[in-house]
């Protein structure tokens, strides 16, 4: 069935660049999506990538896509502390429900 | 000021006891969905709407009920058949159901006294 999987924790410094990573087995996957998690919060969509690119840039956040290897990663550049929450790598199922799988979701610690 | 509503912020629920969570979206989509997130786990869809009147089920369907009379409101309820209720529940929207972007609400956390 569907599946995407994404490490547990990450922690980095302020200032260095963090990359956050997901793989995903639904070759029929339309959209790509990274949701923001802060604590006892709902999801923020932070960016979305088409199925047919294979990076997307939005100021400090840069999305690859390697479609062959069905792996998807977040790059966030100048990693502040306000940055520290869950990531939630998810992909759209295709079909008519638009229903979305979700990884397990990555906790970035970012230390002053 | 558009947006998701979910109102309570905080659920107790007594054992044997239904209970209403609530969902409202002045976003005007067509689409709305309900999931669980669990602690240390990514979500997971209960029950979703493509349009009034309509709803199917997700994969985590028994022991909740839906309705959706109205566009903008989505409500939930977690039936006393839900022996496992304690969790944070998200609902979201969407413009339609072909690969648009889901939007979420602030969410609720259920606990059982």
């Known amino acids: 069935g569907e599946d995407v999987e994404q490490s547990l924790f990450l922690s980095v410094r302020e200032g260095d660049s963090s990359v956050i990573n997901c793989t995903y087995t639904d070759s029929s996957s339309t959209y790509l999506y990274w949701y923001k998690q802060e604590p006892g919060a709902g999801l923020q969509l932070l960016t979305y990538?088409?199925?047919?690119?294979d990076m997307k840039q939005d100021q400090r956040l840069t999305v690859l896509l390697n479609k062959k290897d069905k792996h998807l990663s977040l790059r966030i550049a100048d990693t502040q502390t306000g940055d520290s929450a869950i990531y939630f790598c998810?992909?759209?199922?295709?079909?008519?429900?638009?229903?979305?799988?979700f990884g397990t979701g990555t906790l970035l610690a970012v230390q002053p | 000021d558009g947006g998701i509503t979910q109102s309570p912020k905080y659920l107790f629920r007594k054992e044997g006891q239904n209970v209403t969570l609530s969902c409202e979206q002045n976003?005007?989509?067509?689409?709305m969905y309900w999931y669980r997130q669990d602690p240390g786990q990514g979500l997971r869809l209960i029950y979703y709407?493509?349009?009034?009147?309509?709803?199917q089920k997700g994969d985590i369907a028994e022991g909740y009920s839906v309705s959706r009379e109205k566009k903008e409101s989505f409500p939930l309820t977690v039936t006393s058949a839900q022996k496992n209720p304690t969790a944070f529940y998200l609902c979201?929207?969407?413009?339609?159901?072909?690969?648009?972007?889901?939007?979420f609400g602030p969410g609720t956390r259920l606990l059982v006294l």
């Open positions: 976003l005007n989509h067509d689409a």
């Open positions: 998810a992909e759209s199922g295709g079909g008519a429900t638009n229903k979305l799988i």
């Open positions: 709407s493509q349009i009034v009147n309509d709803f």
């Open positions: 979201a929207s969407s413009i339609g159901t072909r690969g648009e972007t889901q939007y």
């Open positions: 990538i088409f199925s047919n690119m």
